[in-house]
């Protein structure tokens, strides 16, 4: 997901190594499948719909459960095919099955339902240039605006959508179209399915008038995008490079997980919402001419991170966000020669650097229960940085080995930090938990002091670097780098005191002094001497 301006700059009940955010859980149950069927019309903002809900019983057995469903009413609610009693307040459905099922079966549960959206969930109204549109905007947990659900990235299902619409709009959804049925009364039926299990939060469906382009591929990926007519230039431009941006991250990463790749122009909250193989980009990124590619990149690399590879809780939010982002940078410095990489995470550095919050709340940060504050420069930034960090510490070779192994293992599941760490350990063939909790558990950054002289008596450079931040100390490596005219020497040093001493033999003075000159580590560095 790409943040707005005023996003600042733009997941029971049982509590997973502590950090399990406050979404009570339901653990013996679990949703397989939706098949929501959805009527609109040209009218009003009201919605009619039934959605099909397959649920495993993954406990011993049980008899009841509840769904997340806010501002519908409910007409009837069955299950397999028998007509039951619920009760629903406060965007809880609840019910019992009328009997015991016993692990290993499956409930067939049918909600029938109605409403007036109202901008939560799903959004109606008109786009720029006056026409009509709809599209549904579930981040992070507004799908049970419009849909009964389990509404949390834990519990990823698959989900077919039959969308009943006015003939004039054309309709995308995640997965892959099997229908397009003109009904007599002027009315359309058209049907996707995805058959990859996702979040509900990437479950979405779209229509409008839309100018649909289509008939690119790469690695056998079906590439369209579908804008509104009067942008279909500025999507060119936009779009141009998809298929080059999916060939570099299935190389990084691994196989692109969908049948298809559609890029939707929307009205979303968002500046950009991933969701699962059919993203949609706010209007406002289609003007004024020429436009930007942004986010496209972030956006594709969600596919594999966040829609994919799942975080189990919004508190590891940082496995999609730093994720994406650390990829968009990676493809730009990969594929266009004057962009640099050192640049990018600088520019990322300074947004963390005047997040306010930065120095006080840490990367994972359970205290933190408004999921869309989570949408900030500690997910986002210091997450990319965080695995920049790491790339530097364990190299190139382990480090996009532990991606690979990580995303192969981890495919279609959902995750904690710690998935990751296992990942990285076992490709690297070291220890990183102190260097994960001190990333993502602690505040801040290293802020070091730079301090050196010469010995002449000793012949020697005589160095003493403080760490002056408040919130903990840092143990890193760090290069070292003495500068004599045209020659350099380059010492790795680590830094894990508040006070680090260092003495080097050196035939004459250095003409300066500089830790990290590469730019591998998050910091920020005073010198005097």
């Known amino acids: 997901m790409k943040r707005t301006a005023v996003c600042i700059l733009f997941l029971s009940l049982y509590v997973v190594s502590g950090l399990a955010d406050s979404y009570p859980r ?117 799908a049970s605006h419009w849909f009964p659900s389990i509404d949390h990235p834990s519990d990823k299902a698959t989900v077919d959508f039959i969308i009943t619409a006015p003939r004039q709009y054309t309709v995308v959804a995640n997965g892959r179209r099997i229908l397009t049925e003109f009904l007599p009364n002027g009315f359309k039926k058209t049907r996707w399915v995805e058959n990859t299990a996702i979040p509900t939060y990437s479950m979405a469906f779209g229509a409008a008038e839309f100018s649909v382009t289509s008939g690119i591929e790469a690695l056998g990926i079906p590439i ?33 997980p969908f049948e298809k790749l559609a890029h939707v122009e929307s009205n979303t909250q968002m500046a950009a919402m991933e969701n699962a193989n059919t993203i949609f980009y706010s209007e406002t990124l289609f003007y004024p001419l020429p436009v930007s590619e942004d986010p496209v990149p972030h956006e594709i690399a969600h596919q594999w991170f966040g829609n994919s590879v799942t975080p189990a809780d919004w508190d590891h939010l940082w496995l999609n966000e730093g994720f994406a982002t650390y990829f968009d940078a990676l493809f730009y410095a990969q594929t266009d020669a004057p962009v640099s ?50 790339r530097g510490l364990v190299g190139d070779e382990a480090f996009f080995e532990g991606i690979r192994h990580y995303y192969g293992l981890n495919t279609g599941k959902n995750v904690w930090t710690k998935d990751f760490r296992e990942s990285m350990e ?57 500068s004599f005219g045209s020659r350099e020497e380059t010492r790795r040093i680590r830094i894990k005191d508040g006070d680090s001493r260092f003495r080097i033999p050196a035939p004459s003075p250095p003409s300066s002094v500089e830790i990290d000159p590469d730019g591998w580590v998050l910091k920020t560095v005073s010198t005097a001497n």
């Open 341 to 390: 990489l050192e640049k990018l995470m600088a520019k990322y550095a300074d947004r963390i650097f005047a997040y306010p919050a930065a120095r006080s709340r840490p990367v994972i940060d359970p205290r933190l229960t408004d999921l869309m504050k989570k949408l900030n420069p500690l997910n986002y930034e210091k997450g990319a940085w965080f695995l920049h960090m790491l």
């Open 426 to 482: 076992s490709a690297a063939g070291l220890d990183l938990s102190a260097f994960f909790r001190q990333w993502l558990h602690q505040p801040a950054w290293p802020e070091y002091r730079l301090e050196w002289d010469w010995n002449d008596k000793d012949r020697a450079v005589e160095i003493r670097i403080l760490q002056m931040q408040q919130t903990g100390l840092f143990d890193m490596p760090l290069d070292l780098v003495l």
């Open 224 to 256: 369209s995008w579908y804008v509104f007519p009067r942008d279909a230039a500025a999507a060119e431009q936009k779009f141009r490079r998809t298929d080059r941006m999916l060939r570099y991250f299935c190389e990084r990463i691994g196989p692109y």
């Open 26 to 142: 339901q653990p013996d149950v679990d949703v397989t499948h939706y098949e929501i069927s959805i009527s609109l019309n040209d009218g009003s903002n009201s919605i009619s719909g039934t959605t099909r809900i397959d649920v495993r019983i993954r406990g011993e057995s049980s008899s009841g459960m509840w769904l997340d469903l806010a501002g519908m009413q409910v007409d009837h609610l069955r299950i397999d095919g028998d007509e039951i009693p619920f009760t629903h307040s406060n965007g809880r459905l609840s019910f019992r099955f009328g009997r015991e099922y016993g692990r290993g079966e499956t409930v067939g549960i049918e909600v029938r339902y109605h409403g007036t959206a109202n901008n939560t969930g799903i959004r109606i109204g008109e786009n720029r240039y006056g026409r009509r549109v709809f599209f549904t905007d579930n981040w992070p947990d507004f």
